[in-house]
């Protein structure tokens, strides 16, 4: 569990990225980049930003390549920011966030098909023998005694 302090200190890294990606970096390659987290290791000496692009596998791509040129002048920023005694080292990394998120709702849409069907299969259905397989004749049960 990361301290308050190192979780504050990744939401503070996380802010100042998100302006330098919004203001400061004008490179064409920046696609519509989102921040959706940073950790910190214990030492606060490497920051691992996770971020998702709006776009196909091309734009992610470029933007891959435009956050790893960009990475020097967001490190900079936070430095002088934060005036930390080491500024943390940048990592970006694409997260995996949509994409599983859109394999789920397949999956989902599968299951939702199937539950279709197997109504579907059960409406008009009959028993295969009697509704009441247990149900027990007047004449054969021994709880009741014969009149005599």
Known sequence: M??????????????????????????????????????????????????????????????????????GVIRSQIGKQLGLRYTPSLTFILDAVPENAQHIEDLLAKARLGDAALIDQATGATYAGDPDPY????DDDPAQEPDE
């Open 2 to 71: 990361p301290s308050p302090r190192l979780l504050k200190l990744a939401e503070q890294i996380k802010n100042i990225t998100a302006q330098m990606l919004e203001r400061r970096i004008k490179d064409p390659r920046l696609g519509f980049v989102t921040l959706t987290d940073v950790r910190l290791t214990g030492d606060s000496r490497e920051a691992t930003l996770f971020y998702t692009v709006l776009g196909d596998e091309a734009a992610r791509a470029s933007t891959q390549a435009a956050l790893q040129s960009a990475t």
């Open 135 to 138: 149900k027990k004749k007047p």
